[in-house]
């Protein structure tokens, strides 16, 4: 599976932002999709996951902001991002993991990674 993250940019504090995900080599309906990024200094931390049953789980930073949605359709995963803040600058990744059922809030869960796309939030 190969996957490409698109959608990030420079914005201010309050904006939104949609990333996507786009999959190809294989289907992804039967995977857990996640979102994790990476500020500078800081390592790599879970932001969202979706289960292949759509089923959904958000780190509590994000939660009630962040929505993480799949179209099998399209192989595209979107993270939705509203009411940015400064915090949530960094590099967004996405992955995907065999195990669609799992929750997987752990990079280990994962088996494949796209490049990231940077998303900053200016104050």
């Known amino acids: 599976v190969q996957l490409q993250a698109s959608g990030g940019g420079l914005v201010q504090a309050g904006d939104s932002l949609r990333l996507s995900c786009i999959a190809s080599?294989?289907?992804?309906?039967?995977?857990?999709m996640g979102w994790f990024r990476q500020a500078p200094g800081k390592e790599r931390e879970f932001v969202a996951t979706?289960?292949?049953?759509?089923?959904?789980y958000y780190w509590s930073s994000v939660k009630g902001r962040f929505t993480i949605s799949r179209d099998n359709a399209k192989n595209t995963v979107y993270l939705q991002m509203n009411s940015l803040k400064p915090e949530d600058t960094a590099v967004y990744y996405c992955?995907?993991?065999?195990?669609?059922?799992?929750?997987?809030?752990?990079?280990?869960?994962?088996?494949?990674w796209g490049r990231g796309t940077q998303v900053t939030v200016s104050s």
């Open positions: 992955a995907a993991g065999a195990r669609g059922d799992k929750i997987a809030t752990l990079a280990l869960d994962y088996d494949y």
């Open positions: 080599g294989r289907t992804i309906d039967s995977y857990v």
């Open positions: 979706i289960l292949s049953s759509n089923s959904t």
